[in-house]
C-alpha cells in the first residue's frame, strides 16, 4: 500500500449507531488531519494530530471523536450523528516542520450517509 | 473574514485552453494550492505558489498576484481526463489552510 489509505469507503448508518472510520498513511509524515467535504463547499478541517498531539480542533461537535494511536494511524469515531453529518470525510498526511510547502496527501475519501 | 472566490463549475473544448481564476481575501499570506479533484478520488497537489509569477509544470500553469489577492490555474491542450474539479486553498498568517469551494471543469469533445 501506498500514499494514504481510508476505510471504508461508504458508510450507511443510522443516528443510533456507532462506527469508526480509518485511516492509515504509508509517507512518513508526522502530521494527519479530518477534513469534511460537503457538495459545493469549501473543505472543512475538522482535526489535525501533529506528531500524534491534537492541535487543532474547529468546533467539532462531540459526536465525532478522533484518535490518533501513532503517526501512522488516524481514526474517526461517529456516534449519533445527524442526517446532515452526511458528507465526504478526508483524511490527509503531511510532513510539518522545514521549509517547503508542506504539501497535503489526502486518501480518497469515506463516503457517509446518515439515516 | 477569510474568503476564497472561485468560479462553481466552466466548460471547455478538448484541445482547448482554459484559465479557472482564483481571488482571496485572507489573514496574511504563506503560499497557494492548487489541487485536482476527480469525482469520488482524492484531491491531488498540482501546484505552489508563493511568489508572483507563472509557474508552469507541462500543461498546467499557476500564476499568483499577492498584490491583487489572485490567482489563476492555465490548463493547455485539454484532454477529456482533464474533467474534474480543481481547488485553490491559500495558506495565511497562521499557517491555516484556507479552502475555496472548487471549480467543476466539464471538458466536450
Known amino acids: 500500500e501506498t500514499g494514504v489509505t481510508q476505510t471504508p469507503r461508504h458508510l450507511v448508518m443510522g443516528m443510533t449507531n456507532k462506527k469508526s472510520l480509518k485511516c492509515e498513511q504509508h509517507l512518513g509524515h508526522n502530521a494527519m488531519y479530518w477534513y469534511k467535504q460537503s457538495a459545493k463547499k469549501p473543505l472543512e478541517l475538522m482535526f489535525v494530530?501533529?506528531?500524534?498531539?491534537?492541535?487543532e480542533n474547529n468546533s467539532v461537535p462531540s459526536r465525532f471523536s478522533p484518535e490518533c494511536p501513532n503517526s501512522s494511524h488516524l481514526f474517526l469515531h461517529l456516534h449519533t450523528l445527524q442526517p446532515e453529518d452526511s458528507a465526504l470525510y478526508l483524511c490527509?498526511?503531511?510532513?510539518?516542520?522545514?521549509?517547503?510547502?508542506?504539501?497535503?496527501?489526502f486518501g480518497a475519501g469515506s463516503r457517509l450517509t446518515v439515516l | 473574514g477569510q474568503n476564497i472566490d472561485q468560479p462553481t463549475e466552466m466548460t471547455a473544448t478538448e484541445g482547448a485552453i482554459v484559465q479557472i481564476n482564483c481571488t482571496y481575501q485572507?489573514?496574511?499570506?504563506?503560499?497557494l494550492f492548487w489541487y485536482q479533484q476527480h469525482a469520488g478520488e482524492a484531491p491531488t497537489f498540482l501546484s505552489y505558489n508563493v511568489l508572483d509569477g507563472l509557474e508552469e509544470k507541462g500543461r498546467f500553469s499557476s500564476f499568483l498576484s499577492r498584490s491583487k489577492g489572485y490567482s489563476y490555474l492555465l490548463l493547455k491542450e485539454l484532454q477529456m481526463k482533464d474533467s474534474a474539479s480543481y481547488l485553490c486553498a491559500v495558506r495565511d498568517s497562521n499557517y491555516q489552510l484556507i479552502w475555496g469551494a472548487g471549480t467543476k471543469l466539464i471538458i466536450k469533445p
Open positions: 490527509a498526511s503531511s510532513q510539518e516542520g522545514g521549509s517547503g510547502a508542506n504539501v497535503l496527501t
Open positions: 494530530y501533529n506528531f500524534k498531539e491534537q492541535t
Open positions: 485572507t489573514s496574511g499570506f504563506n503560499g
